[in-house]
């Protein structure tokens, strides 16, 4: 308590909430459609912490990711809210307030590294400022308020723990270094259990070492020498950490076969791409407008288009700048290459998803650009207390600090408001990105679910202007024309998701239905016999198989398909209406009237359906 109640205390606790109030309105925020439903809505393996939960947390690879921790706190989430999202926003919110305390201590620790002899109200001052450009800054909305992401903030408080306790082990001696080097090892694992990205985080080490640690020179032939021989043993630990969950993820995107393919965007273009990224998180970093869910990825990256060729540009003459001046702003060489470092896993060189960038990605990437804001408010501060600046120059300096610090929260503050619902995202990002495909797609489904057809068409049909390859958009149109009685027009859209995917099932089984409708019955029992070698017991590709089959006069075949339906479940009206019709067929009354007599108990109207035709 009275720790607490020192200075040392009551800043990093007033960074939390202060954190906890810029972040508050993510508690009214539901869940979205946007992984929340195949993680959460759609999914109930992770719904307790009973031995069968735990057993899938620890084995599952959902969606590309093997993040057992991460699933640990929702299963608990599950536990206490059960699937209200007030309490999954909320244990996201408390992590990440966490982590702006956290950060402050590790502010302080490299700041004092790095600018050595402050201490005082300044060392505070710019600790608390680079703690609150993190923890306030609207990149981490996304992280914070989708529940999806509670992986980034549960990594990221394992992360700092682990840098702390790292840096906390180089000022100790005897069995206190050891313990906290096995601390510091023991939440890097943590934080490799609670998402991926983590792993660079030995290199990350390896840089820290260099600079403001001075334990290795900057010189390479000074990492081959005795001195260094215990840095680079002490690095084995986390190296076999990071290898391990590097693996465990590539495998994890792999079993999911999320990797893009090398002949859609091949070397040159994933280094533009990844040339692209280096450069967005910075720019967006220190000016964060137009922020959506999905940057999206084009289908071809011309590296000479302008924002590609201006993004390799900018990105390497920071490099060169940097470089230029690492003897007199060593900091600026060793921020920027621990963030390309930590960048590294998700900038493109090895893809998946459809996605350019994402605001998520820079959670720990862009940690070290947060110290700067802080390291001049600390040089602000302490030139102020020598009088080597004049002390009004120096308040109006820190007051443009806080105001820019406040600007940010606010930013935040509408940013969190746009993950409220699923509408309210994706409308936002077509406002802010017209021609992001994809998120008409997601519009466009969302409105479908909901029986607004109309609507959906017409966001369909504009991201298919924009993106006439994305095999998504195909698929939803498809099947919204399907809906709405346009079958004609829905058989193009289906035949070109089976183009690109040919053991596409909805598709196949959607086109088959499509061609009934147009009484095209030969070409649909074609493709609904495919349907149902993809997925043999599918109770909807058996039942429309076999009514195509009934159409064609061939009742004897149709039988035992429908009847593999009704085993497949016997509750389906469709299917006891199709055995009927194919038992009249086939000159079977009396089974027809029994299968007649089921519908009714099933379905009356479809039952009187079948008798009205029967009259005719």
């Known amino acids: 308590m009275a720790r607490l109640l020192s200075r040392a205390g009551v800043i990093p606790l007033a960074i939390a909430l202060l954190t906890l109030v810029v972040f508050a309105p993510a508690l009214s925020n539901g869940f979205v459609d946007w992984d929340d439903d195949r993680n959460f809505l759609l999914n109930p393996a992770?719904?307790?912490?009973?031995?069968?939960?735990?057993?899938?947390?620890?084995?599952?690879?959902?969606?590309?990711?093997?993040?057992?921790?991460?699933?640990?706190?929702?299963?608990?989430?599950?536990?206490?809210?059960?699937?209200?999202?007030?309490?999954?926003?909320?244990?996201?919110?408390?992590?990440?307030?966490?982590?702006?305390?956290?950060?402050?201590?590790?502010?302080?620790?490299?700041?004092?590294?790095?600018?050595?002899?402050?201490?005082?109200?300044?060392?505070?001052?710019?600790?608390?400022?680079?703690?609150?450009?993190?923890?306030?800054?609207?990149?981490?909305?996304?992280?914070?308020?989708?529940?999806?992401?509670?992986?980034?903030?549960?990594?990221?408080?394992?992360?700092?723990?682990?840098?702390?306790?790292?840096?906390?082990?180089?000022?100790?001696?005897?069995?206190?270094?050891?313990?906290?080097?096995?601390?510091?090892?023991?939440?890097?694992?943590?934080?490799?259990?609670?998402?991926?990205?983590?792993?660079?985080?030995?290199?990350?080490?390896?840089?820290?070492?260099?600079?403001?640690?001075?334990?290795?020179?900057?010189?390479?032939?000074?990492?081959?020498?005795?001195?260094?021989?215990?840095?680079?043993?002490?690095?084995?630990?986390?190296?076999?950490?990071?290898?391990?969950?590097?693996?465990?993820?590539?495998?994890a995107v792999w079993a999911n076969a999320f990797l893009t393919p090398v002949d859609r965007y091949p070397l040159a273009a994933r280094v533009t791409m990844a040339a692209y990224s280096l450069w967005f998180y910075v720019s967006k970093t220190f000016l964060p407008l137009d922020l959506i869910p999905l940057y999206e990825l084009p289908a071809r990256v011309d590296p000479l288009e302008p924002r590609f060729l201006g993004s390799a540009l900018a990105a390497l003459g920071l490099t060169a700048a940097l470089v230029l001046l690492r003897r007199r702003v060593p900091a600026g060489l060793t921020v920027w290459l621990a963030y390309c470092v930590m960048l590294g896993p998700v900038a493109n060189l090895i893809h998946h998803g459809h996605q350019l960038a994402s605001d998520r990605y820079s959670y720990l990437s862009c940690l070290g650009w947060a110290l700067f804001p802080g390291a001049a408010v600390a040089g602000l501060v302490a030139a102020g207390a020598a009088g080597t600046v004049k002390p009004t120059f120096a308040r109006l300096a820190l007051a443009g600090a806080a105001v820019w610090i406040l600007g940010l929260a606010a930013l935040t503050t509408q940013q969190i408001q746009t993950w409220r619902d699923t509408e309210t995202l994706w409308r936002h990002a077509i406002e802010v990105d017209p021609a992001c495909a994809l998120c008409r797609n997601q519009l466009g489904a969302y409105l479908g679910e909901r029986g607004l057809l109309g609507p959906a068409i017409a966001e369909f049909e504009a991201g298919l202007r924009r993106r006439p390859d994305y095999v998504g958009l195909h698929g939803n149109l498809g099947l919204a024309l399907l809906k709405v009685g346009r079958s004609s027009d829905a058989v193009d859209h289906f035949r070109a998701v089976l183009?690109?995917?040919?053991?596409?099932?909805?598709?196949?089984?959607?086109?088959?239905?499509?061609?009934?409708?147009?009484?095209?019955?030969?070409?649909?029992?074609?493709?609904?016999?495919?349907?149902?070698?993809?997925?043999?017991?599918?109770?909807?590709?058996?039942?429309?198989?076999?009514?195509?089959?009934?159409?064609?006069?061939?009742?004897?075949?149709?039988?035992?398909?429908i009847e593999r339906a009704i085993a497949a479940n016997g509750q389906a009206p469709l299917a006891r209406w199709a055995l009927a019709r194919a038992y009249r067929a086939a000159g079977n009354p009396a089974a027809a009237q029994e299968q007649a007599d089921i519908l009714r108990r099933l379905d009356p109207r479809l039952a009187d359906a079948l008798d009205r035709e029967r009259a005719r």
Do not use: C
Request: charged share 15%.
């Open 499 to 561: 183009a690109r995917y040919p053991n596409n099932f909805d598709a196949r089984s959607r086109l088959g239905i499509a061609l009934i409708r147009e009484g095209r019955l030969g070409e649909a029992v074609e493709h609904l016999a495919e349907a149902v070698r993809l997925h043999p017991a599918h109770a909807g590709a058996l039942t429309n198989l076999g009514i195509a089959l009934t159409g064609l006069e061939r009742p004897a075949e149709a039988i035992p398909y």
């Open 46 to 251: 992770y719904r307790g912490l009973g031995w069968a939960e735990l057993r899938w947390m620890l084995t599952t690879v959902l969606m590309g990711h093997w993040i057992p921790l991460t699933w640990l706190t929702l299963g608990l989430d599950y536990a206490v809210w059960g699937m209200n999202p007030l309490g999954y926003h909320l244990t996201s919110l408390l992590l990440h307030a966490a982590n702006g305390a956290l950060f402050y201590a590790l502010a302080r620790r490299l700041l004092i590294l790095g600018m050595p002899g402050l201490d005082g109200p300044a060392l505070s001052a710019g600790a608390a400022t680079a703690a609150l450009f993190f923890a306030l800054h609207p990149l981490r909305a996304e992280s914070v308020a989708w529940v999806t992401e509670r992986r980034d903030v549960l990594s990221g408080l394992f992360f700092l723990l682990a840098l702390l306790g790292y840096l906390g082990a180089q000022e100790a001696e005897g069995p206190a270094r050891r313990r906290l080097l096995a601390g510091s090892l023991v939440a890097y694992a943590a934080a490799l259990m609670s998402k991926s990205i983590v792993m660079t985080l030995p290199l990350v080490l390896v840089l820290i070492d260099v600079y403001p640690l001075g334990r290795l020179g900057p010189r390479f032939r000074d990492w081959l020498g005795p001195r260094a021989r215990a840095v680079w043993v002490e690095k084995a630990p986390y190296a076999v950490l990071a290898i391990t969950g590097g693996a465990i993820a590539f495998y």
